[in-house]
T-cell receptor, first 114, second 111 residues
Framework: DTGVSQDPRHKITKRGQNVTFRCDPI?????LYWYRQTLGQGPEFLTY????????KSRLLSDRFSAERPKGSFSTLEIQRTEQGDSAMYLC????????????FGPGTRLTVL | GENVEQHPSTLSVQEGDSAVIKCTYS??????FPWYKQELGKGPQLIID?????GEKKDQRIAVTLNKTAKHFSLHITETQPEDSAVYFC??????????FGDGTTLTVKP
């Protein structure tokens, strides 16, 4: 399968714990995006990378959130001191900037904070 | 920032009928408008898109129209089938690449 993959698919954690999610984009894609989706809403932009550079962060991304893409390939999204309001689906997408920039999404990581 | 509004929030049609979903956007700099289909427990799947230099695009039973002056775009599905049942999202993006999504339309196609 050469699509976008995310790991884990589901994560249940207790409030106050740290969690980390991983996204592997389509191999030739140079842009990687993180979105958050809550029930009944469309995905909301969090941040994106071009290669290893983080180009933009949404104000939704509090200082408890950090994202990295160290080698311009896979990316991680870490949430520190999780809160119940962090419960959501975290979606990753990738695209090839310079061509069509069509974004292809992964299956998402569903986070539940108890 | 960009704001995208999507209507209706729910749509129920009989198999074989057409379905139309409409979106409006606010940022005149937006120039790329994708539509996604999302099934339960899965990520959004790109089904069709349109760029600002085109007024209409068609792919088999699916078509999208764009009115740049009015800042609205629509998804048209003809000859609907039960497997078309899903949540559909419109989105708008600029050259920056990030997308702003509507809140989705739950389409139910009754056999």
């Amino acid at each position: 399968d050469t699509g976008v993959s995310q790991d884990p698919r589901h994560k249940i954690t207790k409030r106050g714990q740290n969690v980390t999610f991983r996204c592997d984009p389509i191999s030739e894609h140079n842009r990687l995006y993180w979105y958050r989706q809550t029930l009944g809403q469309g995905p909301e932009f969090l941040t994106y990378f071009q290669n290893e550079a983080q180009l933009e962060k949404s104000r939704l991304l509090s200082d408890r959130f950090s994202a990295e893409r160290p080698k311009g390939s896979f990316s991680t999204l870490e949430i520190q001191r999780t809160e119940q309001g962090d419960s959501a689906m975290y979606l990753c997408a990738s695209s090839f900037w310079g061509a069509d920039n069509e974004q292809f999404f992964g299956p998402g990581t569903r986070l539940t904070v108890l | 920032g960009e704001n995208v509004e999507q209507h209706p929030s729910t749509l129920s049609v009989q198999e074989g009928d057409s379905a139309v979903i409409k979106c409006t956007y606010s940022d005149s700099a937006s120039n790329y408008f994708p539509w996604y289909k999302q099934e339960l427990g899965k990520g959004p799947q790109l089904i069709i898109d349109i760029r600002s230099n085109v007024g209409e695009k068609k792919d088999q039973r699916i078509a999208v129209t764009l009115n740049k002056t009015a800042k609205h775009f629509s998804l048209h599905i003809t000859e609907t089938q039960p497997e078309d049942s899903a949540v559909y999202f419109c989105a708008a993006s600029t050259n920056a690449g990030k997308s702003t999504f509507g809140d989705g339309t739950t389409l139910t196609v009754k056999p």
